[in-house]
């Protein structure tokens, strides 16, 4: 049975969809509302079998869970790939979701992982506990700027801890500081406490949920690696086995650097922008512990560093543990130190 191709050019309040045969013909195109009930309703109507594709926005998420429902293939691509689009001469709505139809049609649509509606919640869960942290440094910059401001001096590794800012605070009374900017401060550490309570919270729910106490209890013994890089990577991995190598991992973490070959000639340039800067953070700050921490974490470490760069040093490191999660998540083990290893497998 000939299967239909269908592309999905998606926007905010709208989505247009273009229905192609196998051969090539236009079976049907139009736009409709982007909401649940007019999506059901719409695809209705749409012959079977049919394969949709469409390109992986911010609202990509529900349409490829609706459609899932539905019983047919659903594709989501890489917008970093469809390049064919972007750069047409003519750009529309409706020639989008055609070019869509044939990307699927020749199959050449970049598909990329979409994760289950569970993991992609518990995923909003974790990167808004990464705004809160975000905005508790803004709070605590804007404080500082302010003590400085008035010409106040502070220690800057204790200014944020209570006892210290309560005595803070009281010679700035005694210092006789205009009462407004007492409050503001006052106002400003009730916020910093606040957002502190319910980043606690957030990460508490997330180590303790069922889904990955256990696989964060795994990734939690290896150096360096501590509960929130063990979230980060279970959450934004997923399933581990959908990485081929340890190299894919590390392309897909941001750890290495673009290829550019022309000829006889092949260059590196800086770390690729492609990459999932969420993990890519956590784990370069998990290499600079994991180095003072580790012998043969530091050993990698002052090995690359000799050699003139220090990040270039931490670089290493994020990728040897890249390669740590990936094992021990593949496997379902605790991290074992490679004597211990060696001593097992003997």
């Known amino acids: ?9 998606i926007h905010k309040r709208s989505i247009s969809y273009c229905i192609k045969s196998a051969g090539g013909q236009i ?4 736009k409709f509302t982007a909401n649940r009930s007019e999506l059901l309703r719409t695809q209705g109507q749409w012959p079977r079998p049919w394969n949709a594709g469409m390109e992986a926005t911010i ?12 019983g047919q293939q659903v594709r989501v691509g890489d917008p970093n790939m469809m390049r064919a689009i972007a750069a047409s001469k003519k750009k529309s709505d409706q020639l989008d979701s055609r070019k869509i139809a044939d990307l699927l049609r020749a199959d050449l649509f970049p598909d990329v992982y979409v994760a289950c509606p569970q993991v992609r919640e518990l995923r909003q869960t974790l990167r808004y506990r990464n705004l809160l942290v975000r905005e508790i440094v803004r709070f605590k910059n804007r404080a500082c700027g302010m003590l400085m401001e008035a010409g106040i001096g502070y220690e800057r590794e204790r200014v944020h801890r209570q006892g210290y800012w309560e005595r803070l605070m009281e010679e700035l009374v005694a210092d006789q500081m205009p009462s407004s900017w007492i409050d503001l401060l006052r106002l400003n550490r009730n916020t910093i406490q606040q957002l502190q309570q319910l980043e606690g919270r957030l990460v508490e729910s997330l180590v303790k949920h069922p889904r990955l106490a256990e696989r ?3 990734l939690d013994t290896i150096p ?4 929130l890089t063990a979230l980060t990577w279970a959450l934004e991995i997923d399933d581990p086995k959908r990485f081929a190598n340890v190299r894919r991992a590390v392309s897909y973490c941001g750890l290495c650097s673009g290829q550019r070959q022309s000829g006889d000639r092949t260059g590196r340039g800086p770390l690729s922008k492609q990459r999932n800067k969420h993990l890519q953070t956590m784990l ?8 003072r921490r580790d012998a043969k974490l530091n050993e990698i470490y002052e090995r690359e560093k000799a050699r003139g760069n220090p990040n270039q040093a931490t670089i290493a490191v994020a990728r040897r543990l890249v390669a740590y999660l990936l094992a021990c998540d ?6 074992l130190p490679e004597q211990a290893a060696e001593t097992a497998a003997a």
Do not use: Q
């Open 284 to 291: 370069v700050e998990a290499a600079k512990k994991g180095a």
């Open 59 to 70: 609202f990509s998420g529900w349409i490829h869970d609706v459609l899932k429902e539905c």
């Open 216 to 218: 964060v209890t795994r």
């Open 224 to 227: 360096g690696i501590g509960p």
């Open 330 to 335: 593949r496997e379902n083990r605790s991290f």
């Open 27 to 30: 079976w049907a195109e139009g």
């Open 1 to 9: 049975m000939n299967s239909y191709y269908i592309g999905l050019d």
